[in-house]
């Protein structure tokens, strides 16, 4: 294989790795945020909260691993129109996706701060739905009431982190989000290319000026 085809393919690569890692990255953040909504509710708890941890260390994991693939294939000379534009459109969609889950993760941290399992804070709302919690939480008595173990803080260390990102995306990368339109409804799929159809699962089709 010459040396231009390689190379052609290489970025090929590079894009449907992006474009699949980007589906996963919604996928993980939208759990995220399912479970966002339940803190303060009948089924909040402490394995909620460690669930909770888990989903956002997955998704922060992914956003770090998109993030080095993104910037390397916009930083490859030998990449086509076509292919930069597709980079640039995932670029965008990655950028979007990491603003709401820095939103989500904010909101984790006012209603953990509300609803606190450590004491100081309003009791869990229950709504009869889900009896006295989630089944398998470790309730315990303490000082006559009912009371749930301490779990660690670590949202303000993910929030950080997050908000890191972000500002290292914005300042490695000169891609403003306005040139990026929509072409194509949430939820439709057509016969595109194997990257355009990983796109199209997630409901994010746009186009780069």
């Known amino acids: 294989m010459s040396p231009g085809r390689r190379d052609a393919c290489r970025a090929r690569g590079a894009a ?9 990255l919604c996928k993980a953040t939208a759990a995220h945020r399912q479970l966002v909504l339940q803190l303060g509710g009948s089924a909040d708890g402490p394995r909620l909260r460690e669930e909770r941890c888990r989903r956002s260390t ?7 691993g998109l993030q080095r693939a993104l910037l ?3 930083r490859q000379a030998v990449a086509t129109p076509g292919e930069r534009r ?4 995932l670029w965008v ?35 009869g739905l889900g009896g ?10 303490r000082g006559g009431t009912l009371a749930q173990p301490p779990a660690p803080l670590r949202l303000e260390e993910e929030i950080e982190q997050v908000r890191a990102m972000l ?6 990368a000169n891609i403003p989000p306005w040139t990026v339109e929509a072409t194509q ?8 290319d194997p990257v355009a159809r990983g796109a199209a699962r997630t409901g994010q089709r746009c186009r780069v000026f």
């Open 167 to 172: 500002a290292e995306m914005e300042s490695r």
């Open 86 to 89: 597709e980079l640039e459109r």
């Open 132 to 141: 006295r919690g989630a089944p398998g939480q470790n309730w315990s008595w």
């Open 16 to 24: 449907g790795t992006c474009a699949a890692t980007q589906a996963a």
């Open 72 to 74: 390397g294939g916009l």
């Open 58 to 64: 997955e998704a922060r994991e992914l956003s770090t």
């Open 93 to 127: 969609l990655f950028l979007s996706t990491l603003e709401l889950f820095l939103q989500d993760l904010h909101r984790a941290h006012r209603l953990c701060q509300l609803f606190s399992t450590q004491g100081g804070g309003m009791a869990p709302l229950h709504t």
């Open 185 to 192: 409804e949430a939820g439709t799929s057509g016969t595109e």
